[in-house]
């Protein structure tokens, strides 16, 4: 495997850590830990403790602006109240997910350098690579609206969208760059229908992603609203959204779709048998995992693996697509 592939591999990693810590981030509430950026309650490095906090220092007229397009009435903003809802936990978890996105950033602009030398012999990608780093950047933009904005409905959802473009990106990138990348021919051989089953199983799982990222936007208002609740007692309240019906509903039919796949596939005896495994294996996962929202409540921790695994579930069977598509 070539260097240029390994720091492309190395930056679609990152970016999949990125978003296991950001569900993190959502799912322990520290969305607004640090209430400013780039700097965390006016440091480069947070403080611990809130007697470490100058805020004489602090932008308290941003704070209010920003509360107001809350909803929230401007004059409850003073140092005394943010002195009480400073949580040391909270900053430095949001802190530890801006310093992920680091490595990421480094090795996403060290994969478009270098997809320079691909420019006339593989123009694709270069223009994958240029279109990671633009995503990279769009979605850096976003996470600072966010923070200056709160965790808005439909903004939260595009910023995950973001992230699922940038892994396939990615994946083409280390796929395309190989000297023969490797390649199937599943579509246009007698097994073609194979192949549309697995773009029929991918294009479900983006909608199941979509409609599930709003289905997390209304865990966040509920989280709100009924924070007295116990976890258990706000699914009552979720089925009440057609959002959460259709993707519970729409999971049974990945499912379905998942098992024609594996099926499928094992008679191509095509060498991939891992990655038809790993998307077996990851909806069944996703399917537990979901279960376990359902009946149990929702548990933080099962909420970061299930955005988790949907990342790495996305890009394995988008890399079999690019596989199952090419030309011997």
Known sequence: MKIYQKIAIGALVSLIVLIFVGAVVR???????CPDWPTCWGCLIPPTDVKDVD????????????AERHGRD???????????????????????NRLTSLPLGILTLATFIGSFAYRRSKPSVFLAALLSLILLLVNAWMGARIVYTGLQPGVITLHMALAIMMVCSLVYVVWKSADQPRALGVKSSANKGVYWTAVALFVLILIEGIMGSQVRELTDELKKSHAEAARSEWVN??????????????????LILAW???YTTGR???????????????????MFLGLVLSQVGILPVV??????????????????????????
Not at 55 to 60: A, C, E, N, P, V
Not at 313 to 322: N, R, S
Request: aromatic content about 14%.
């Open 27 to 33: 799912a322990s509430g520290a969305g607004m830990g």
């Open 55 to 66: 805020f004489d220092q602090l932008d308290i007229e941003k704070f209010q602006k920003k």
């Open 74 to 96: 401007p004059a409850e903003i003073t140092v005394e109240t943010l002195r009480a809802e400073f949580n040391p936990v909270h900053t430095w978890t949001e802190y530890i």
């Open 237 to 254: 309240q979720l089925e009440d959204s057609l959002v959460y019906l259709f993707h519970r509903s729409f999971s049974w039919l990945i």
């Open 260 to 262: 024609v796949y594996f």
């Open 268 to 286: 191509l005896k095509s060498g991939l048998r891992w990655m038809e495994f790993s998307v077996l294996a990851i909806v069944l996962a996703q």
């Open 303 to 328: 909420q970061v693996l299930h955005i988790g695994l949907s990342s790495i579930l996305v890009a394995v069977l988008f890399g079999w697509l690019l596989i199952g598509r090419a030309e011997k």
